[in-house]
């Protein structure tokens, strides 16, 4: 292993700060080519962004009753049951979260299907739910998907590490529906579809009509906001009216520089080419940029040179997670006995306080560079709603990446004071809270009410 000096070594950090770096500059520009892809996928025209209708609005906070919601898309699969109270409060009287089987991800979608209805066979029986009754069922299902109405849709693709055969082009609804009747349940009327992001939308607006943009930063990135009908023009023209929630599928954006490190990743993904921006601002896929760049720090001789069995260590993928970045970066102890505890764990005793520093230096860069993306993605959907920022706007943001990680929000935060001034005062960035499971109950309930008087 070479012991490369520190002026080498600076001026290849030096290098990826700004191979990395997002300028304001980069951001205006972004948000100019975000405007033209919504406009494109609005009309039908080929897109990076599918701006795919929900067929439903924001709710106007007095809906009301009881529903089961099922939330997939991610780390876990949930199901829940959601009071509404009609006085904006949404409750969650039961909960039950499963890990996904990686057998079950990425077998069939028989397996798939079977798996989700397993789950909601023990949560019916560990809550002892009366199955004589029926019970309205939403179902958040968090992947680019066509909707038809409000419940039914085609999932188009499958993403973030979901592979599973004989579902893409197919009815999810039908799918869940086939594996209900398969194990005999016979309680469950499937009232709605809705993606998390549309949940998290519909949750925050529940209680804060500000809210008009619904984001979800967590194991993927995807936003949705309402949009006057009139303005999409792949709507047939007897749904054109009033307004609706668009469901953008940004993490498919793919007006973005990237960097040779952002280049192996994608080539090592299920989905090589496909959601450019997802592999550079969400939680699957941070830690693996961070490792890759690692290695090559490694390899360089820059970092880690008393520990030889680390570059074995670091070759496997996933050796380095978010979660692992987030401790990383958020330790303040003057000799960062909180990454030290990160090498320990994996069995590094003789790392030195420039490798903690320069480990620590290299998640900043690669969180920074996701909060900034993320922030300007914001930035062209708050533009393409209201310009000049007559009004204030409230976005609801779900997700572990931007719940958990130290300065996410601040350097999200940042970007929007940089681009606007005091006008930045206008926008609140908040937490949604479980915005998929109680948001998808509260679309099954805006659903609900429209069928009796039209959105
Ligand atoms: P999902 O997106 O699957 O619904 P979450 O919003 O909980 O679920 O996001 C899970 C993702 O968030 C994980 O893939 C992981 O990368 C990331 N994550 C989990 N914990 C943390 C953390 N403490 N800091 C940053 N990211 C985290
Ligand atoms: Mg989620």
Redesign the pocket.
Known sequence: MIDASPVACEEFFSYLEKLFSISINDIRVMIQDFHAEMGKGLSGDESSLKMIPSFIDKPKGTEAGEFLAL?L????FRVLTVRLDGKGNANVPFASKFAIPQKDMQGTGVALFDFIVGCIDVFLTENHVDRSKTYDLAFTF?FPVEQTSIAAGKLIVWTKGFTATGVQGHDVILLLNEALRRKDIRCINITALAN?TVGTLAARSYIDPACDLGV?M???TNACYREAASRIGKLNTVDAHGHMIVNMEWGNFDKVRVTCYDRLLDKASVNPGAMVMEKMV???Y??EITRLVLMDLIRRGFILVNETPAAEYFQERGSL???D???IEGDRTDRLDGVALFFERNGFSNITLHDKILLQRLCRIISTRAARLGAAAISAVLTWIDPKFKDVHTVGI????F???PGFKTKMMNVLEELYGEKAERITLVHAKDG?GKGAAIIAAVAASSEAGRV
């Open positions: 939330d898309g991610g780390t876990n968090s998390d979800i967590g194991t993927g969400s939680g699957m941070l830690g997670k978010t979660e970045m987030s401790r779900d997700g572990s990446l719940e958990k990680y998929s």
